[in-house]
């Protein structure tokens, strides 16, 4: 049986964007080494690629090392974009965007859990919804389904379908390599109650599923 979802102040908002951002911060400072070893190591090899004037190999490591830096780049540009506010925000935003903002951050945090991460569906639509909101929503329903997986192998999934009725579903769900009865979990209920408050705000709907979670936001014509 479901647990009823307990109402949230803004106090609780604060503390659980804190939460979010610790965790991805963490996850991020894990994931950072393995491109900066890359780059010390491409770096020494470069070194005597010059030095033996072996301009074809050397510009081979210099593309590596690029590599890695667009890398760290991009990942450091989403947590930074995470932790602004963001002012004079507008009341709809573009789903594509804001997913190619999220997603590299949730897609580190399964690699490191050894769980692997999907995403899919139509996401060329505008939705009313203020920006911050619906990240941080969508942001704890990810932390939340995924945290239930454990390290096990499993796979997070995100699927968005715009429907009738200028309706967006979105879809988070966990497929376990080892299924397991969910527990009770007092974390996982705070986190969709957090999401709950945050979407009724703005219009949307909140449903949980055995595997996971549903958004059902409003939606408007795609850009």
């Known amino acids: 049986m479901e647990s009823e979802l307990t109402p949230v102040n803004e106090e ?11 965790r991805l911060a963490d996850d991020l400072a894990h994931e950072i080494r393995n491109p900066l070893n890359s780059i010390v190591i ?11 004037g072996d301009a074809s190999a050397a510009l081979d490591r210099a ?14 540009d989403r947590l ?53 909101t619906f990240k941080f929503a ?8 995924h945290g239930r997986l454990g ?5 997070l999934n995100l699927v968005c379908v715009p429907g009738d ?5 979105i879809t988070v769900s966990a497929e376990a390599a080892s299924p397991t009865p969910p527990q009770a979990d007092a974390e996982y209920d705070r986190s969709l109650a957090v999401t709950a408050a945050l979407l009724e705000s703005s219009g ?7 595997d996971g979670v549903t958004l059902l936001l409003p939606r408007v014509d795609g850009p």
């Open 80 to 132: 930074l974009q995470l932790l602004r506010p963001e002012r004079d925000e507008a009341d709809s935003f573009a789903l594509d965007q804001v997913l190619d903002e999220l997603l590299p951050l949730v897609e580190v945090r399964a690699r490191l859990a050894g769980n692997t991460f999907t995403s899919g569906g139509d996401t060329s639509v505008l939705v009313p919804m203020r920006r911050d």
């Open 138 to 145: 969508l942001l704890n329903v990810l932390t939340a389904v």
């Open 165 to 169: 009725g200028h309706q967006l579903t």
């Open 63 to 76: 593309a590596v090392i690029e590599l890695e830096m667009r890398r760290l780049q991009l990942l450091i």
């Open 12 to 22: 609780q908002f604060q503390a659980n964007r804190f939460d979010l951002v610790s």
């Open 151 to 155: 390290d096990n192998g499993g796979s």
């Open 42 to 52: 491409n770096l020494e090899v470069l070194k005597v690629r010059v030095g033996r």
């Open 204 to 210: 949307g709907i909140m449903e949980t599923r055995p």
